[in-house]
């Protein structure tokens, strides 16, 4: 992860997206601090996000929480911290029940919400947002905030384009950040027994990668950001890097974006079956 972090810095990446959950900040950290005092980059030029987890949402610990990343990132503050998911579980980061569920504390988002902007008021992050909140959730957010969220960052690509929260968040002021825009082929509960489908092999993906002279990866970056979507493809090999940085000299015609529109299912691949039965979960609620 680490050398990854640091190829990707090479190429011209400069927005990194971190979690507690992913373990991933130290490798971030190490790698900013190493190519900073290279001197290849300055700390204003990169954008750091990184997420609460679940077990986190009492607002007492959330200051702490952030400091404590800060702490692995090696940085004094970070640009846009979110809160990962709506649900809020024990202490224990995936603690089970005898169902093999995970099990829910009392804390609720909208409480966790008011501890974000302190941390914003701390100086500790630049902006705040949330991460997998549907339509009502985001109305509850928007109920109680003195700081309104910058993102939501969910799962969207062509298989769930989401375009009525993209609609709804977009009116509000917040952006919609993709996560999984080729499909999720590599994260934690990418697939359950009720997913079907790799979007990377659909043959219109196929179709306009040949048409366009691009990747299908190429093609499913692009159309997020012809849709105004913020895009954060995952690539931990040098030349994928290098092929999902480069999709700055072409432009999918309005035919064939309404084409990748229609490949919509409402089909999710990230799904955390263990929090079906919380009172939070978000994918309970219509598309």
């Known amino acids: 992860m680490y050398e990854a972090i640091k190829s990707a810095i090479n190429i011209g990446y400069r927005h990194f997206d971190c979690a507690a959950y992913y373990n991933n900040e130290k490798f971030v950290g190490m790698a900013i601090n190493e190519k900073i005092k290279e001197g290849v980059i300055k700390r204003e030029e990169i954008f750091i996000t990184d997420k609460l987890w679940n077990n986190k949402h009492n607002p007492e610990e959330v200051v702490d929480t952030l400091k404590d ?9 970070i640009d846009l911290y979110l809160i990962h998911w709506p649900m809020s579980t024990t202490e224990t980061p995936v603690a089970r029940d005898s169902q093999n569920r995970f099990i829910e504390s009392i804390y609720s988002y909208l409480d966790t919400w008011k501890a974000m902007e302190r941390c914003v008021q701390l100086g500790l992050t630049k902006s705040i947002g949330i991460s997998n909140f549907n339509m009502k959730q985001v109305k509850d957010i928007l109920g109680i905030a003195t700081i309104i969220p910058v993102v939501n960052q ?3 690509h062509p298989y769930l384009t989401q375009n009525k ?7 509000n002021g917040i952006l919609l950040t993709a996560y999984g825009p080729l499909g999720s082929p590599y994260r934690p509960y990418k697939r359950t027994k009720s997913t079907k489908g790799i979007l990377l092999d659909d043959p219109m993906v196929k179709k306009l990668a040949a048409k366009y002279k691009k990747t299908n990866a190429q093609i499913l970056i692009r159309f997020q950001i012809q849709r105004g979507v913020l895009v954060i493809p995952k690539s931990s090999h040098p030349v994928r890097q290098k092929e999902n940085f480069n999709v ?4 999918i015609s309005t035919e064939d974006m309404d084409s990748l529109e229609s490949l919509n299912q409402n089909l999710r691949y990230v799904k955390i079956e263990p929090a079906q039965h919380m009172k939070d979960y978000p994918f309970n609620e219509e598309l």
Do not use: I, P
Not at 165 to 171: A, D, I, R, V
Not at 248 to 251: A, L, Q, R, S, T
């Open 69 to 77: 990343s800060l702490k692995l990132l090696c940085l004094d503050y």
């Open 154 to 156: 969910v799962e969207n």
């Open 165 to 171: 929260l993209k609609e709804f968040c977009e009116t």
């Open 248 to 251: 700055w000299d072409f432009e």
